[in-house]
């Protein structure tokens, strides 16, 4: 096993790892680190999957179970590039492509009939939304700017949006019938199996068995009413057509790959009521599955003139919708991975409350987002900046996470036990003992989840907590509502924690709204905040604050503490890896930012010096930390037009600026050695590569595929520079 081992992955970040990655394991080599890959692409994952359906050199090993075995060890060290959490249409997507290159896998079935179909549908919802983290996140998370990346966009502030106190935009949630007000929760008092049924007046329905959790797991469960979805979505329509603003629908259909596709295929069937109610027969019929979004729908009844007309006519009615791309028709309804909602709001939040129309113009807009969980967050940021004014980045403080993520932890964790239920009865949570755990009412269609958390993380996250609070000093809090059943029982296990270990007087617990107040008005002074969250808040949080404070996500330092002594180091966000895709085959053009995965190498090899005892990795460490910097100060991130520098050209100056911190470093002579005539090179050989590299922009480029592109096609059009290829190797 590689010492560091370094993910593929999928899109920008892949595309963008063809370029870094030789300039990695060149640089790295000279400390005797080796530097590895493993495959936890969408498209790895599915070939991973469906051996028995391959040819012998077609067939791919299983990395992301055998990265989910080392992540449980102490020799760990994984750097994390994000990966596409696969919506339906997406994972379709992949698999004919992959079709068409040879690979005779079988079709995704929408509607299973036979039990081999079913066989491979299960199969395929196994690589569906959140497959990857889920497994490799044997830790709780720590999110953070780095000082360099936080100094930079204080001294460099971005632009922000206008936010003006009659600004229409709002958050609308519903008031009842969600999963957040009939949330039940316990936490287990000894080890325990567990089952869930569904009692109906025909009988009993197993839903899932063979559950089990250790003592101490905090066990939760909830739905959410499908009548009182359609009712609120229906409403919420009709204000937002009478408000003149955009409806827009935000959800976390990727992670929540269960959930929120069915809530997704609601909101289609809202919007789209009096087609449904016209012609629901023969939308069936085509094929029509609403949880895949308006795109497949408008798809599916191509050539029927009718269903067609009445499709514009109704669009023409209703009010105007939020767009994902205005110059091409894509709404915020076309597919439900394209308005995620961690990158959705705080784009919208830093804009000023605007949104794209269809129009092509920025108008205020509904922000729907049916479960009232999370919604607090986004409604009193909102509220917040319509009464302040925008955040102005040049002079404020951070919000750093320390997140509750490890095994599995709260929602995320939640699909195997999701159900969207066929009809009307009771479903109950039953120990192996008989006892009745929790039991709901539940009509047809309603959808319901239980998630848990475990005892020995929700610990390590308190704990966790506490030493950053004593490193940083500064304000904490725990982001927990007393009133909400899941976050009573986590407030039981923090208390006594903080009280035994003495520190209960450096920290506060809030509830979500009321903690986005206290965080917005503490880095709006210029002061720091730590935000102590469940999974899904840390998912969102580092989006929301990076976004206002940063301009991006993708910019942030995530290390993966492993609850066994190894180390995970995150990249930073995909959100818009897709349209930097698009670019780069157009216009031979990556705009993706690397500054992620310089700040999680860093990390990474100082983490492998502590582990190892590697005092070369150390200083590779350290120079890499100069280079981040040294792009930071020179201005040498990408470019988002063509004809600029672009991401190559970053790595470019990242080689050369981690070369001549190592020549110039007193730590090790060997390696000043070693890396003195490399920096050398780099350095002259300047005005050479800076054209090779531009010369190589401004067409379109063919990378074999856009799921499963052809590696030296992708070699060739990342590494176009002779020279630079000649002096890296």
Not at 215 to 231: C, E, I, R
Not at 331 to 336: D, K, S, Y
Not at 364 to 373: G, K, R
Not at 518 to 543: F, H, M, P, Q
Request: aromatic letters at 6%; a negative charge; one cysteine or more.
């Amino acid at each position: 096993m590689s010492d560091i081992i370094y993910t593929k992955v999928d899109e920008a970040p892949e595309l963008a790892s063809a370029s870094f990655l030789p300039i990695i394991q060149k640089f790295a080599a000279a400390a005797g680190v080796s530097v590895g890959t493993k495959d936890i692409s969408l498209a790895g994952r599915i070939l991973a999957t469906f051996p028995e359906h391959l040819k012998e050199d077609q067939r791919q090993s299983d990395d992301l179970a055998e990265l989910g075995r080392l992540v449980k060890t102490a020799e760990a060290n994984v750097i994390k590039l994000p990966n596409i959490s696969a919506s339906v249409p997406q994972l379709v997507a992949a698999v004919k492509e992959l079709q068409t290159q040879g690979y005779a896998l079988p079709d995704y079935p929408e509607t299973p009939s036979s039990d081999a179909e079913k066989e491979i549908r299960a199969k395929y919802d196994t690589l569906k939304g959140s497959a990857v983290n889920p497994v490799l996140r044997e830790g709780n998370s720590d999110r953070r700017a780095a000082k360099a990346v936080k100094s930079f966009a204080q001294n460099n502030p971005h632009r922000m949006g206008e936010w003006t106190a009659d600004s229409k935009t709002r958050v609308a949630s519903m008031s009842g019938g969600d999963f957040f007000s009939n949330e039940v929760s316990a936490t287990l008092d000894k080890e325990t199996g567990a089952k869930i049924v569904l009692e109906t007046a025909n009988g009993e329905t197993v839903l899932k068995d063979g559950l089990s959790y250790p003592a101490g797991t905090v066990v939760d469960a909830t739905y959410m009413s499908a009548a009182a979805l359609d009712a609120f979505l229906a409403d919420e329509i009709e204000k937002t057509k009478a408000e003149g603003t955009l409806f827009s629908l935000h959800m976390k259909a990727t992670m929540m790959k269960v959930s929120d596709p069915i809530i997704f295929g609601h909101a289609v069937k809202a919007y789209l009521a009096p087609v449904f109610e016209k012609h629901g027969e023969a939308l069936k019929e085509l094929g029509v599955n609403p949880n895949s979004g308006l795109g497949a729908l408008m798809a599916n009844v191509a050539g029927n003139d009718e269903i067609m007309a009445d499709i514009k006519a109704c669009m023409d009615s209703r009010p105007p919708m939020y767009m994902v791309d205005s110059d091409k028709g894509i709404t915020n309804l076309h597919v439900p991975s394209d308005v995620i909602i961690d990158a959705s709001m705080p784009a919208l939040i830093r804009a000023g409350g605007k949104g794209w129309g269809p129009d092509g113009q920025e108008s205020d807009a509904n922000c729907v987002i049916p479960d009232n969980s999370y919604a607090p967050v986004y409604d009193e940021s909102i509220k917040f900046f319509k009464a302040n004014g925008k955040l102005n980045p040049a002079t404020a403080g951070t919000v750093q996470n320390i997140g509750l993520m490890a095994q599995k932890a709260e929602e995320y964790g939640s699909h195997p036990t999701t159900f969207e239920l066929s009809e009307a009865g009771t479903v109950k949570m039953i120990l192996d003992d008989g006892t009745v755990l929790h039991s709901h009412k539940v009509e047809a269609g309603d959808i319901w989840r239980s998630a848990s958390a475990r005892k020995a993380p929700i610990e390590d996250w308190v704990n966790l907590a506490i030493d950053r609070q004593k490193a940083e000093g500064c304000r904490a809090i725990f982001w927990l509502d007393a009133d909400r059943a899941h976050d009573a029982e986590l407030i039981a296990y923090v208390k006594p924690i903080l009280e035994t270990k003495g520190v209960a007087d450096k920290f506060e617990i809030m509830a979500p709204r009321e903690a986005t107040r206290a965080s917005l008005e503490t880095i709006t002074k210029g002061e720091n905040t730590i935000a102590i969250t469940g999974n899904v808040l840390r998912d969102y949080l580092t989006d929301l604050f990076p976004i206002l404070e940063l301009a991006t996500s993708a910019k942030m330092l995530s290390i993966v503490k492993l609850m066994n002594g190894g180390g995970l180091f995150e990249t930073g966000a995909g959100g818009s890896a897709p349209k930097h895709v698009q670019q780069l085959m157009e216009e031979n053009h990556l705009r993706w930012d690397s500054l992620g995965e310089f700040c999680a190498l860093g990390e990474s090899l100082t983490f492998l010096a502590d582990a190892r005892g590697n005092a070369k990795a150390r200083v590779l460490g350290e120079a890499v930390d100069a280079a981040t910097q040294g792009i930071l100060d020179n201005d040498r991130s990408p470019s988002r037009k063509v004809g600029e520098p672009d991401n190559r050209d970053s790595h470019y100056w990242f080689a050369r600026y981690w070369a001549e911190a190592l020549a110039a470093q007193g730590d090790d002579a060997d390696m000043a050695s070693h890396f003195e005539p490399i920096a050398k090179a780099l350095a002259e050989n300047e005005d050479k590569i800076v054209s090779e590299l531009a010369a190589a922009q401004g067409k379109a480029v063919d990378l074999g595929g856009y799921f499963h592109t052809d590696d030296a096609k992708t070699a060739a059009v990342m590494r176009p520079s002779e020279t630079l290829n000649s002096i890296i190797g």
